[in-house]
């Protein structure tokens, strides 16, 4: 009861201090506001990318060619066989007629130079489109179907891959590192302005010493002060992820630039960053104000 008593007073006492220094306040919520929006825009951006790299991994196709008078058995080995390989994760057989069909469905001038071509005349191949689990691992692989009996060649965009996944891997560390170098140069300006907003009040404190109260006593209203703090300072970046995010998402229609770069989603996307914020703002801005309380008490 005496607890329950004590954190009601520790919230009376928060919020009267927070009116009655207004304008260290104010300056404690802008710096949280300004630090926690760049901090969403950073992690809007990254996941964005993560998810764009995802789906290049995701699309990237192995056509497997098989030799051009392969019989059906002889397909249907090579699909076994194809099967029981670990990294394949879905696959799909392309006749040559369906390969012309496609081709003539692309282009007027390919339509016109086929249409004449019987099925003696066509010089497609058969093959396997192929979608593997691990595209780190896509060239082993293409390598392992390669050497199956009746395969002609394998191709994946060799070459292509190799750089681009280079590039991914650098981009995802170079997001993350971004990402981690805001959230603590966040959290020491942030500390460090609440830590000046209790610093101005070091009378407060000393006094509250000299009258005998306790150390919990007199930590728990600036530690919930610095909780309201950095709450009234993540609603603002808050606002701007969810209604900031929704008006982007349907400006470009959930595409960006071009079909394939895909945003993601706003929800629950948008959700979960507003939660980190206001995690972030929160836990913070109490670890400010207990730090710099803690400096004063010498404990």
Request: with cysteine.
């Amino acid at each position: 009861m005496k607890l329950v008593r004590m954190f009601g007073l520790s919230i009376r006492d928060a919020a009267r201090s927070l009116i009655r220094n207004l304008n260290l306040s104010f300056a404690s919520i802008s710096c949280i506001t300004i630090t926690l929006t760049v901090v969403a825009v950073s992690m809007i951006a990254s996941y964005n990318v993560d998810n764009f790299t995802k789906l290049i991994k995701q699309d990237v196709t192995m056509v497997v060619f098989l030799d051009k008078d392969i019989t059906q058995e002889e397909i249907n080995d090579v699909e076994t066989q194809i099967r029981l390989i670990v990294n394949v994760d879905s696959y799909e057989f392309q006749s040559k007629e369906e390969a012309k069909q496609l081709m003539q469905e692309s282009s007027e001038v390919l339509n016109k130079i086929m249409t004449e071509w019987d099925e003696k005349e066509n010089p497609l191949q058969d093959a396997f489109l192929i979608k593997v689990l691990d595209i780190e691992n896509i060239k082993i692989t293409a390598d392992e179907i390669s050497k199956l009996d009746n395969v002609s060649v394998v191709k994946y965009g060799e070459g292509m891959i190799e750089q681009l996944l280079v590039v991914f891997n650098i981009i995802e560390k170079i997001m993350i590192g971004l990402i981690l170098g805001l959230v603590i140069v966040t959290f020491f300006l942030i500390t460090n302005t609440i830590k000046i907003t209790i610093f101005s009040r070091k009378r407060e404190i000393d006094i509250m010493r000299l009258v005998g109260a306790s150390n919990i006593t007199i930590k728990m209203p600036y530690i919930i002060e610095g909780l309201f703090l950095g709450f009234l300072g993540s609603i603002i970046p808050i606002i701007i992820t969810i209604y900031g995010y929704y008006s982007l998402f349907e400006q470009f229609g959930g595409i960006f630039f071009s079909p394939f770069i895909q945003l993601v989603k706003p929800e629950p996307f948008i959700f979960q960053i507003s939660l980190i914020l206001i995690g972030m703002g929160m836990f913070i801005g109490m670890w400010g104000s207990a730090s710099a309380v803690r400096k004063h008490l010498k404990i």
